[in-house]
């Protein structure tokens, strides 16, 4: 089963830009489907944008739209995620996950989760 371990979170003010990583070890990381999702203090963990195997489809909620992307480096094993315009309403505790099936922007759907890679925008 593979490992995921999340980096890049911080803090930052509105309008200010972060990078996430998620370095994967284990099983072959080309043959994962991957996404991130996000939850915040008392609210359920939410999709948040996810890329197929390639990397050549992507996928986002719409709160993230247009103001984040998703990437991965195969040769890396390592998947990335790019949030530009950040707002408070961002603040949360982003998760990796993984998994060996297709498209989902459901969490019970994925195999794999990182520890989380707290993000706090201040207004």
């Known amino acids: 089963q593979a490992q995921l371990v999340e980096s890049g979170g911080g803090w930052v003010q509105a309008g200010g830009s972060l990078r996430l990583s998620c370095a994967v070890s284990g099983p072959t990381f080309s043959n994962y489907f991957m996404a991130w999702f996000r939850q915040a203090p008392g609210k359920d963990r939410e999709f948040v944008a996810a890329?197929?195997?390639?990397?050549?489809?992507?996928y986002y909620s719409r709160s993230v739209k247009g103001r984040f992307t998703i990437s991965r480096d195969n040769a890396k094993n390592t998947v990335y995620l790019q949030m530009n315009s950040l707002k408070p309403e961002d603040t949360a505790v982003y998760y990796c996950?993984?998994?060996?099936?297709?498209?989902?922007?459901?969490?019970?759907?994925?195999?794999?989760w990182g520890q989380g890679t707290q993000v706090t925008v201040a207004s």
């Open positions: 890329i197929n195997r390639s990397g050549g489809s992507t």
């Open positions: 996950a993984a998994r060996a099936g297709g498209v989902s922007d459901a969490s019970d759907r994925y195999d794999c």
